[in-house]
T-cell receptor, first 112, second 114 residues
Framework: TQLLEQSPQFLSIQEGENLTVYCNSS?????LQWYRQEPGEGPVLLVT?????EVKKLKRLTFQFGDARKDSSLHITAAQPGDTGLYLC????????????FGSGTRLQVQP | NAGVTQTPKFRILKIGQSMTLQCTQD?????MYWYRQDPGMGLKLIYY???????DKGEVPNGYNVSRSTTEDFPLRLELAAPSQTSVYFC?????????????FGPGTRLTVL
């Protein structure tokens, strides 16, 4: 059972297009993080959201945390080839383990 | 600071062999984690540690063991390697509890079991 569902699993778009990636769960997150991973490397943190309804912007990336803290989205405006990578959401779903649960990831390819 | 370092980068094992994946961090982080990542998938937690001498199981601990004798080191031991353990293994560390703090990842160890 996948506790964190990410969609889509794979996305191939042209440079300049906009896109949205979703991360959903039936559980409530106390906090949620988005990471980006490039081939052959470990994930790197993009953002942490902790408050329901919170919106954070990182240049062309906009992150939103759902009001009920069960879902999150990542929106990229005017995608560039440098945005190519695997995007992972990870959350603390209060299982008692002091560790994160990761989603299965969205692989984004931006064609020049 | 080197951050999180992992050795080796690549390894091929035969079924039934054993090995230890090394992980060291120089950021004085209390929390350390081991994940595995299968092709095209996210990360699954194997074991984690909240400080020297304290370890706990994650989602997929079977076939693995860990120890944490120092703050810096968190080795992962594979006993009796099986083809199902073919994966990329990532070690990570964080200053505070996961979710509230950024996790810093090593470059990974790519393991193939034949």
């Amino acid at each position: 059972t996948q506790l964190l569902e990410q969609s889509p699993q794979f996305l191939s778009i042209q440079e300049g297009e906009n896109l949205t990636v979703y991360c959903n769960s039936s559980s409530v997150f106390s906090s949620l993080q988005w990471y980006r991973q490039e081939p052959g490397e470990g994930p790197v943190l993009l953002v942490t959201v902790v408050t329901g309804g919170e919106v954070k912007k990182l240049k062309r990336l906009t992150f939103q945390f759902g009001d009920a803290r069960k879902d999150s989205s990542l929106h990229i405006t005017a995608a560039q080839p440098g945005d190519t990578g695997l995007y992972l959401c990870a959350g603390d779903i209060g299982t008692g383990r002091r560790a994160l649960t990761f989603g299965s990831g969205t692989r984004l390819q931006v064609q020049p | 600071n080197a951050g999180v370092t992992q050795t080796p980068k690549f390894r091929i094992l035969k079924i039934g062999q054993s090995m230890t994946l090394q992980c060291t961090q120089d950021m004085n982080h209390n929390y350390m984690y081991w994940y595995r990542q299968d092709p095209g998938m996210g990360l699954k937690l194997i074991y984690y540690s909240v400080g020297a001498g304290i370890t706990d199981k994650g989602e997929v601990p079977n076939g693995y063991n860990v120890s944490r004798s120092t703050t810096e080191d968190f080795p992962l031991r594979l006993e009796l390697a099986a083809p199902s353990q073919t994966s990329v293994y990532f070690c990570a560390s964080s200053y505070g509890v996961a979710g509230a703090s950024e996790q810093f990842f090593g470059p990974g160890t790519r393991l193939t079991v034949l």
